[in-house]
C-alpha cells in the first residue's frame, strides 16, 4: 500500500512540473512589469522605438513613455527631414525632452534647409523642459535669429554649420511684450500664493555654454554679438578660422567709466586650432593680450598654443589652464605661468615636450635635488604622471599652489 501512494506521488509531481515548464514555455513579454519593459527600451535606439510602437497597442503606448525621451540623438540618423520632425515632435517628443542632437542636411545630396521658424515654436510649447541642443551639417541661413530657438535652452551647439550674419544678435522686447509677461508672472505668484519681486521677463537668452566647432561663417561680428547675452558663461571656439585677434580683443570684458563691456560674464574661454597642415592660422589667442577680467578656465589647443602662452601671463584672475595637442618647450611654459599668481591647476594633454639633452652640470643638480626629495637619483625611466621632472620642480618652486596633470604626453630629447 506504501509502494502505491509513493508511485501516486511520483507521478503527480512528475505532471505538475511538465504542467509549470508548459506554463513557462508559454509565457510572453506580457508577463513582465512595464518599469522593467521601459528599462530595456531605453537600449533602443530612435529609430528601433519607433519601429517597436508598432508591435502593438500595449508596446506603442509603451514606446511613448516620456522616460525614454529624455535625451534624443539624431546624428546618426542621415537624411531628417522637416516632416521627420513633425511626426517625432506630435508623435513622441513631449514634457520629458532635456537633450535634443540633430544633423542637418548641408552635406546631404537634398540640401536645404530642415529647422523651420513654425517647427522652433512647435518644439518650445512641446518641450518646455528643453535644456541642451546641439546641431551637426545644419543650415541655419533661413532663420532670422537665435531668439527663434527654446527660451528654456542652456547649452547650444553648432558644428559644422552654416550662419547668417544676424544670427547672434539679441533685439529687446517691445514694452508691450515686457508688460504682458510682467502680468502673467504676477499673475501666476498671485494665483499660487506667493509674494515677491516679479521675475524677469523669460524673452532674452539664456544660454550659458556656447561650443563652435568648425563653422566657417562665424566671424568677428559673430563673436561680438555675443556681448550681449548675459548668462554667457562658457564659450569654447574650435576651428573657427574667421575670429581674429582684434575680434577677440574687442570681446574681450573690460572695465570702462560706464562699467564692464564684452563678455563680462565669461568664465571659461577654450580657443582651439587643429586643422590639417598649410590652413590658414589667424592666432587669435594673441587677442587674449588686452586681459580679460574674470576669466578663471583657459583652454589652448593645437596651433592656438604659442600665441596663447605669449599673451595668457595678462590674466590675472586665471585660476586653470589646459594645453592640448601641441609641441612645447619647457621655457615656454615658465615664462607665460611667471606672472599667473592666482593660477590653481595646469593641465597638459597629448603635448609632445621637447627637452634639451642633459649636460653633467645639468644632471649634478637634478641628482642633489633628488637626493634632497628623498629619490635615488635615477630618471632614466619615464614617469607618466611626471614626464618633465624639472618643469614641476621649477613650476613648484614659481607657483606652489599649483596642480600639474599629465595625460597622455611624450619626451623627445632634441640636440638644439
Request: with cysteine.
Amino acid at each position: 500500500m506504501q509502494r502505491v501512494r509513493r508511485c501516486i506521488l511520483s507521478v503527480y509531481s512528475t505532471v505538475l512540473f511538465v504542467y509549470k515548464m508548459a506554463d513557462f514555455r508559454t509565457s510572453t513579454l506580457d508577463y513582465f512589469p512595464e518599469n522593467i519593459l521601459i528599462d530595456i527600451l531605453s537600449y533602443l535606439g530612435v529609430r528601433e522605438l519607433i519601429r517597436t510602437g508598432r508591435v502593438c497597442k500595449r508596446w506603442r503606448r509603451l514606446v511613448k513613455d516620456q522616460r525614454l525621451w529624455r535625451a534624443v540623438d539624431l546624428t546618426a540618423w542621415k537624411g531628417v527631414t522637416s516632416r521627420m520632425l513633425w511626426v517625432l515632435l506630435r508623435q513622441y517628443l513631449g514634457t520629458g525632452l532635456r537633450c535634443l542632437r540633430l544633423r542637418g542636411l548641408l552635406l546631404s545630396a537634398r540640401g536645404g534647409a530642415f529647422l523651420s521658424e513654425s517647427w522652433l515654436k512647435a518644439l518650445s510649447s512641446t518641450c518646455p523642459r528643453l535644456r541642451s541642443l546641439s546641431l551637426l551639417h545644419a543650415d541655419l541661413r533661413g532663420l532670422r535669429s537665435c531668439q527663434l530657438l527654446p527660451t528654456t535652452l542652456q547649452v547650444l551647439e553648432l558644428r559644422g554649420c552654416e550662419l547668417p550674419q544676424s544670427f547672434f544678435t539679441q533685439t529687446p522686447p517691445s514694452p508691450e511684450k515686457q508688460a504682458g509677461a510682467a502680468s502673467t508672472a504676477s499673475t501666476q505668484q498671485h494665483g499660487r500664493g506667493q509674494t515677491g519681486k516679479v521675475p524677469a521677463s523669460t524673452s532674452g537668452i539664456a544660454i550659458e555654454t556656447m561650443v563652435l566647432d568648425n563653422v566657417p561663417s562665424f566671424t568677428d561680428l559673430h563673436l561680438q554679438s555675443l556681448a550681449s547675452w548675459l548668462k554667457l558663461s562658457h564659450l569654447e571656439l574650435r576651428n573657427v578660422l574667421r575670429v581674429t585677434a582684434e575680434g577677440l580683443r574687442r570681446s574681450a570684458a573690460q572695465e570702462t567709466d560706464s562699467g564692464l563691456n564684452g563678455l563680462s560674464r565669461l568664465k571659461y574661454l577654450e580657443i582651439g586650432h587643429f586643422g590639417r597642415p598649410g590652413a590658414q592660422l589667424q592666432m587669435a589667442s594673441l587677442g587674449l593680450g588686452v586681459g580679460w577680467l574674470g576669466l578663471e578656465e583657459l583652454s589652448l589647443g593645437g596651433k592656438e598654443v604659442g600665441p596663447g602662452l605669449l599673451s595668457a601671463s595678462r590674466l590675472r584672475d586665471l585660476k586653470r589652464l589646459r594645453l592640448r595637442c601641441c609641441k612645447l618647450r619647457e621655457m615656454q611654459v615658465l615664462r607665460s605661468c611667471r606672472t599667473l599668481r592666482e593660477l590653481r591647476r595646469l593641465e597638459f594633454c597629448e603635448v609632445f615636450f621637447q627637452v634639451c639633452p642633459k649636460t653633467p652640470e645639468r644632471q649634478g643638480e637634478e641628482g642633489r635635488e633628488d637626493g634632497a626629495d628623498g629619490g635615488d637619483g635615477s630618471n632614466d625611466k619615464l614617469d607618466e604622471n611626471d614626464p618633465v621632472p624639472s618643469l614641476r620642480r621649477s613650476l613648484a618652486a614659481l607657483l606652489p599652489q599649483c596642480t600639474l596633470l599629465f595625460t597622455n604626453c611624450t619626451v623627445t630629447i632634441t640636440s638644439d
